[in-house]
């Protein structure tokens, strides 16, 4: 194993033990009990007819999945979609068909005790068109009319709206719109195996479907051996008195460039309420969390801030592309569900956001006449964004390959003196040919030769995508 595949091995363990999680009243759901109380303030039951079979656990608004098996002489309830993993990919599919008016067919597993994990989701304005940002903005917690990038020489106010989404509200809203629709949600039920149409937990429990759904998040490793990786820290900081900031810093890389392409993200949820986070674009899978706590708390006082208290922690480290040959959905095995989401390939290949593309593919899916069309679905996003994920991985190469990471921040200030629009459809995935001849032409940034960067990018491009 190469040593970026040890470090990517190590990662998600890193993130299970800094996890700190939102609370909001949720339930463990033991397979040998009868379970009706509340989650997020929604009444709901809990059936489990013996061991070793189909679960079955819906709204007290939706007695009719209660349907029986008389062959087997068991009780069970095949759904229509069958989703595992209720973060933000898979739960927004469930929300897509819910407001579609087809919740009551949806089963969504989630080992977590809670839906949505601990998480802020961003997004830009334009990352979305009306019908995306309907789906969300029940979900959207803060919304700033405009947003902020600051470099050593150069800073910037984009006039494009910016909008977040807490996993606490996530989890809040959708739980109440799928007890509503009447549909399934497995809490604290780890999926073990995952065919087309079947599902097996790993306490033996079977779920069945008409289609499965693999939203499981990204896996410890891209299939590929060469990745870099986006690590970061974030602290969501209660203040004493006001703090200086009064729209998202969406970068502030005026901090020491140590590890990568280093900067500081701030969202000032109220004057008194900041997410401050340490981000780092890095050739590694390390983290000193707590070094990285201390650069925050330190750049806070920097600006200003005073502490009261640190309200939550959320750590985040994720592979970035280098050398996949394609999107992940579109090497799907015969036999496998269709991927989404982060595992899917679905997200940005340079900011390793999925945000904007997990609110296409819920759309797509909801859209599909049948459960039996999600596949196509799914293919047919997977095929638009491919030629966004080929030109990210390519950046991605110029940057981990070419640029020493102290100069990394360079390409990026460079960019952001690009036209807004050009910015604009560059987060949303929407670049157009003139946008990647935008951002690639011109004098290569400072200290860096175009000798290195058509080798790394280029050469490496040809005998991998060919
Ligand atoms: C800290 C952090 C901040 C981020 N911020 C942004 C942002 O601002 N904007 C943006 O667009 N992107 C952001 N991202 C990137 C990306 O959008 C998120 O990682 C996003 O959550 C990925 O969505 P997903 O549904 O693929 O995975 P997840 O949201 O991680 O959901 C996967 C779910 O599957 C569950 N699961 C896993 N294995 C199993 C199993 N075997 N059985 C059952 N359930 C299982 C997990 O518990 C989890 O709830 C961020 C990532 C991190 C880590």
């Not at 040593?3 to 339930?27: F, K, P």
């Not at 496998?336 to 759309?363: D, E, K, N, Q």
């Not at 990026?412 to 604009?424: D, K, M």
Request: aromatic share 8%; glycine share 10%.
């Amino acid at each position: 194993m190469n040593t970026n595949s040890q470090q990517a091995n190590e990662w998600a363990d890193l993130m299970a033990s800094n996890g700190v999680r939102d609370g909001i009243d949720s339930v463990g759901l033991s397979p040998m009990t009868n379970f009706t109380g509340n989650i997020g303030g929604v009444e709901v039951s809990m059936l489990h007819h013996g061991s070793n079979e189909e679960l079955e656990w819906g709204s007290r608004a939706a007695p009719e999945w209660r349907q029986s098996d008389p062959e087997r002489n068991e009780l069970y309830s095949p759904a229509k979609h069958v989703i595992l993993g209720g973060g933000l990919a898979g739960g927004l599919i469930a929300l897509a068909l819910a407001k579609q008016g087809r919740g009551a067919g949806v089963a969504l597993i989630e080992s977590d005790q809670q839906l949505g994990g601990n998480h802020t989701w961003s997004f830009h304005d334009t990352d979305l068109d009306d019908e995306g940002f309907d789906l969300v903005a029940e979900l959207v917690a803060h919304r700033w009319p405009r947003h902020q990038v600051r470099f050593p020489a150069y800073s910037r106010i984009i006039e494009t709206g910016y909008s977040s989404i807490s996993s606490e509200r996530f989890a809040r809203v959708l739980t109440n719109r799928l007890s509503a629709a009447g549909a399934r949600v497995y809490l604290g039920k780890r999926v073990s195996t995952a065919g087309t149409s079947i599902v097996r937990l790993e306490d033996e429990t079977v779920v069945r479907g008409d289609v499965v759904i693999d939203a499981r998040g990204p896996k410890r490793t891209l299939d590929e051996d060469r990745v870099g990786f986006q690590k970061f820290v974030g602290l969501e900081l209660e203040l004493t008195c006001d703090g200086p900031w009064t729209m998202p810093l969406m970068m502030d890389a005026t901090v020491a460039q140590v590890d990568g392409y280093r900067f500081t993200y701030v969202l000032p949820f109220s004057p008194r309420r900041v997410l401050i986070e340490d981000t780092v674009y890095s050739d590694n899978a390390s983290i000193d969390v707590e070094e990285c706590v201390r650069g925050i708390l330190n750049y806070a006082a920097r600006n200003g801030a005073e502490v009261a208290r640190i309200v939550r922690r959320e750590v985040g480290v994720l592979p970035l592309p280098i050398e996949a040959p394609r999107c992940v959905s579109l090497r799907a095995l015969p036999g496998s569900p269709p991927c989404v989401g982060y595992r899917g390939g679905f997200f940005h290949a340079v900011t390793g956001y999925s945000l904007p593309i997990a609110v296409r593919v819920a759309l797509a899916i909801a859209a599909a006449a049948t459960p039996a069309d999600t596949r196509d679905a799914v293919a047919a996003t997977a095929r638009t964004i491919e030629p966004q994920h080929r030109f990210g991985r390519f950046l991605n190469r110029l940057m981990f390959a070419a640029m020493p990471p102290a100069s990394r921040w360079k390409a990026f200030e460079r960019f952001y003196r690009l036209p807004e629009a050009t910015i604009a459809r560059f987060y949303a995935s929407r670049s157009t040919w003139r946008d990647r001849a935008r951002v690639l032409l011109g004098r290569p940034p400072a200290g860096i030769a175009w000798s290195r960067l058509l080798g790394a990018g280029f050469f490496q491009s040809s005998r991998n995508e060919s």
